[in-house]
């Protein structure tokens, strides 16, 4: 039996000593913000907080806490630095599929409590165990940097030129109309060349 201090209530547990601390809290005591994604701590969707510091729960046995306090996605955004993380997060409008940011919204939580105003390899630093298939890491920054200084970052877009000449002119997609197709050589007509 253990007894752990989860967001502020302790939480009696029947379970293992060696017990990854994220199944007690997904299936022991019912906070399911916490992700499952590798278990071998290389993704870092499984981030809780362990007295303040960003863990990867899916390898720290339970046996191993005692009475430090775990702070998970369902509280963060009680502290300020997740208040900020999370309004930030809306606003720079980060999240994709979403598995990733309970982790990612952890580990820049931490991040920023520990460093306010944290350069680009702070954040780089704080951020490179947290993988994000979907891509977002420009907009993760962003979403930081955004949090730490209360202005909103603009992200560039970069998008390929366009033609001068081209935009507006009937037959391209500019215009409205679909552009005409080129023509493709028939597999007849090109059989007999060498």
Request: with cysteine.
């Amino acid at each position: 039996m253990f007894v752990l201090q989860v967001n502020g209530e302790a939480r009696s547990v029947d379970v293992p000593a060696d017990m990854p601390l994220l199944w007690v809290l997904r299936d022991v005591v019912g906070l399911t913000g916490t992700k499952f994604g590798c278990g071998i701590a290389q993704c870092g969707a499984c981030t809780v907080h362990l007295d303040g510091q960003a863990v990867r729960s899916c390898v720290l046995p339970v046996g191993s806490i005692g009475s430090r306090a775990i702070t998970t996605i369902e509280a963060v955004g009680q502290t300020p630095s997740g208040q900020k993380i999370q309004a930030a997060w809306l606003d720079v409008d980060v999240v994709q599929c979403g598995y990733c940011q309970s982790g990612q919204i952890m580990s820049a939580t931490a991040l920023l409590a520990r460093t306010p105003n944290p350069s680009d390899g702070d954040i780089d630093a704080a951020m490179s165990g947290n993988i994000c298939r979907c891509a977002t890491y420009v907009r993760i920054r962003a979403a930081i940097k955004q949090a730490a200084t209360g202005k909103a970052e603009v992200l560039q877009v970069i998008a390929p030129p366009v033609a001068a000449s081209r935009v507006g002119t009937p037959g391209t997609a500019a215009s409205g109309a679909a552009a005409p197709r080129a023509a493709v050589p028939s597999a007849t007509a090109t059989a007999g060349a060498t």
